[in-house]
């Protein structure tokens, strides 16, 4: 019994002990790592090349689909169509 006694008192001991002494981590550090981007062959200090520039929007056909022609072209279509108007 005085085995068992002096066991458990051991056993909170080494909670009590690992609850002060378990938790104790590095403060985190800030650090400042130089790297290097791969920016996909360019070579160093090379500006980036400039955008092309957009194509102009075509205007919307309104009266395409009274009069029975292809809307499929006009901006705003999800129709799925080949972008091809078809005029009769």
Request: hydrophobic share 50%.
């Amino acid at each position: 019994m005085r085995v068992i006694v002096v066991l458990l008192a051991v056993a909170l001991i080494a909670l009590a002990g690992y609850a002060y002494f378990g938790d104790m981590r590095a403060d985190p550090q800030h650090m400042r790592v130089p790297v290097q981007i791969d920016l996909g062959g360019l070579p160093a200090g090379a500006p980036a090349p400039a955008p092309a520039p957009a194509a102009p929007a075509t205007p919307a056909n309104d009266g395409a689909a009274a009069a029975g022609r292809d809307n499929a072209g006009a901006p705003g279509n999800q129709g799925g169509g080949t972008g091809n108007a078809s005029l009769d």
